[in-house]
């Protein structure tokens, strides 16, 4: 298994739509609203790091508001 970070910025004011399709996706296993310098988290745990690119490019990233996502790969 392969566990990630996506750290996800959004330039829309509907948060918890926003929250509600990331989490949604099939490999997100956690995702929440925080404050800072992004607006989710979103934490995956999928079969191989292609499935990491498969949900944060085909599917955080075209989640109406989403501006742009970091992808963190766990290494234990």
Known sequence: MVVAYV????????????????SDLD??????????????????DVESPGDVKEVSANGIQRVRGVESTETYLSMD
């Open 7 to 22: 750290l996800i910025k959004a330039n829309s004011g509907e948060a918890d739509r926003i929250l509600d399709e990331i």
């Open 27 to 44: 490999g997100v296993v956690d995702a929440h609203i925080v404050a800072g310098d992004v607006d989710f988290i979103a934490k995956l």
